[in-house]
């Protein structure tokens, strides 16, 4: 909450989620605070903890969350991503308008909040995500995107700072 105005009930919020190793949905207009209070929550999981954030779009491909195609297993006839770095070895992560991506984000997306597992290539690895912060101006409108929206146990909307 520390200088945070007027996002205390948001700060504990954050905590509640990752103490139940939920997910967090934020929606509320831009400059709210929504990726702070997101970005604060890695720092107080551990001093080491892996964070990671993105901004999606309709054209954000699956490797800006996932991570590239590893050449090397490619060689081998093997398909296989290359997480370091990225959202599958993360262990807090802030998504920012999480309901704009395409269907191949998404889907991948809902296994990664559901199971906490990742498929990467011909084997479904562990992912340590203790709790995932997602963002949106909107709530989402299109029926598809429910199954997403109801991965987030933990929801509140976030208004701007009285004046």
């Known amino acids: 909450e520390n200088g945070l105005v007027e996002r ?58 996932f991570g590239p195609l590893s050449l090397r297993s490619l060689e081998q006839d093997v398909y296989r991503r290359n997480t370091t770095g990225y959202l599958p070895e993360a262990q807090v992560a802030f998504i920012d308008e999480v309901f704009k991506a395409n269907s191949a984000v998404l889907n991948a997306l809902l296994m990664i909040l559901n199971e906490k597992r990742f498929d990467n290539g011909n084997e479904q690895v562990d992912v340590p995500l203790v709790c995932l912060v997602g963002a949106s101006n909107e709530l989402p409108q299109d029926p598809e995107l429910q199954a997403l929206y109801d991965r987030f146990l933990f929801r509140k909307l976030v208004n701007p700072v009285s004046d």
């Open 8 to 65: 205390g009930a948001e700060a504990r919020l954050v905590l509640l989620a990752a103490c139940c190793g939920e997910h967090l949905l934020l929606i509320g207009p831009p400059g709210t605070a929504k990726s702070e209070v997101a970005r604060r929550l890695g720092s107080i999981v551990s001093d080491d903890a892996a964070f990671f954030q993105r901004v999606l779009t309709r054209f954000s491909v699956p490797e800006e969350l």
